[in-house]
């Protein structure tokens, strides 16, 4: 059966913070990859990526779902 590609489901991204995907630098690769894809200008996405790399890990996540929490699910 062929679909439409409006009736296709949207899922969310899954990320596995204990694995590899995790690490801070993958993160900040996520936050610019899905910045493009979202349409936000570079000087903004350099702006994010700056503000996760000012305090700890914690304040990296939560920096990163305060900005693709509606796009990412994040599992410790």
């Not at 996405?45 to 996540?61: A, H, R, S, W």
């Amino acid at each position: 059966m062929i679909l439409s590609r409006e009736e296709m489901p949207s899922r969310p991204i899954e990320i596995d913070l204990r694995g590899p995907d995790g690490n801070a630098y993958a993160l900040m690769a996520y936050a610019r990859d899905l910045g493009r894809q979202l349409g936000f200008s570079n000087k903004k996405i350099d702006g994010i990526i700056k503000v996760m790399m000012l305090t700890n890990y914690e304040g990296l996540l939560h920096t990163f779902d305060l900005y693709f929490g509606d796009y990412v699910i994040m599992y410790r």
